[in-house]
C-alpha cells in the first residue's frame, strides 16, 4: 500500500473480518500519519477512529409514530433470533415506549420470526389462527421478516395498510420493490457519505480526533 497518495484508509470491519490484518493496516498508517477509520467495528483495535451506527432513536422514534400519529394501541411484535443482541435491544425499546404510552401488550402478539421468512410464516399462521383477528399494527425486528409479512396478509386479501400497519427495520434493498414500500429505519448512506467525507477532511486538517463517532438511522416512513 503506497501510502504516499493516500489520504485515509476506511475499513468496513464487517467484511475484513481478520483482526491481523486489520492491525496490520493499522500499524502502516501510523507510520506514515494516515487516519484509518473503522466502520462498524464488533471488536477493540490498537488504533484507529471508530465509527458505529445509532439505530435506538430511529426504532424508538418508529414506534412512538405508530402510536401518537395513528393511534396504535393493539400491537404484534416480531423479534429475530431468542438472545439476539439487536432483536433484543429493539425489543426492549419496543415494550418500554408501549409502557410510556400507557399501551398494554398481549403476549400471545409476540413471538421468533428468527430474522428469516419460514420462521415468520410458521409465527403468522399462529397469529392468523386467533379468532380476535389481527391486531393493528405488526411491528418487525427487520425488513426481511416485514416483507414475508406483507406476502401473507396479501395472500388473505388483508390490505396493507389499511387493515394491518407493517413495519421493518434496515432498510435492506428488496425493501425497494416490496408492495407497498415499508416503512422502516435505514442508514441513510448519501448522509453517511458526506459525514465520513467531513470527518477525514478534519483528520487532515490536524484536527484532533475522538476515538470514536455515532452516525444515526433515520425513521423512513413510507407506504405501509
Not at 484509518?36 to 422514534?61: H, K, Q
Not at 439487536?86 to 398481549?106: C, N, P, Q, W, Y
Not at 379468532?131 to 418487525?140: T, W
Not at 477525514?200 to 444515526?216: C, D, L, Q, S, W
Request: net charge negative.
Amino acid at each position: 500500500m503506497d501510502f504516499s497518495v493516500i489520504d485515509a484508509v476506511v475499513v468496513y470491519t464487517q467484511c475484513l473480518k481478520c483482526r491481523a490484518i486489520v492491525e496490520d493496516i493499522l500499524a502502516a498508517a501510523s507510520q506514515h500519519q494516515v487516519p484509518v477509520f473503522l466502520v462498524e467495528p464488533t471488536e477493540r483495535y490498537s488504533s484507529g477512529i471508530r465509527i458505529t451506527f445509532d439505530e435506538l432513536d430511529a426504532f424508538r422514534e418508529l414506534v412512538t409514530h405508530l402510536i401518537e400519529h395513528h393511534h396504535v394501541t393493539k400491537f404484534a411484535c416480531i423479534a429475530g433470533f431468542r438472545g439476539n443482541p439487536a432483536s433484543e435491544t429493539r425489543e426492549m425499546i419496543f415494550r418500554d415506549v408501549l409502557k410510556e404510552h400507557g399501551i398494554a401488550f398481549d403476549e400471545k402478539w409476540f413471538g421468533y420470526g428468527d430474522f428469516y421468512s419460514c420462521p415468520t410464516k410458521a409465527l403468522m399462521g399462529r397469529f392468523l389462527a386467533e379468532p380476535e383477528g389481527l391486531p393493528e399494527a405488526i411491528v418487525c425486528i427487520n425488513d426481511s421478516m416485514a416483507i414475508t409479512v406483507c406476502e401473507i396478509l396479501e395472500e388473505r386479501g388483508i390490505r396493507v395498510p389499511e387493515d394491518v400497519i407493517v413495519t421493518g427495520f434496515d432498510g435492506i434493498v428488496q425493501e425497494q420493490y416490496n408492495f407497498p414500500r415499508l416503512t422502516t429505519c435505514r442508514r441513510n448512506l448519501n448522509r453517511f457519505g458526506s459525514f465520513l467525507a467531513k470527518l477525514i477532511e478534519r483528520a487532515n486538517a490536524g484536527e484532533e480526533m475522538k476515538r470514536e463517532y455515532v452516525f444515526p438511522y433515520t425513521l423512513d416512513v413510507s407506504e405501509s
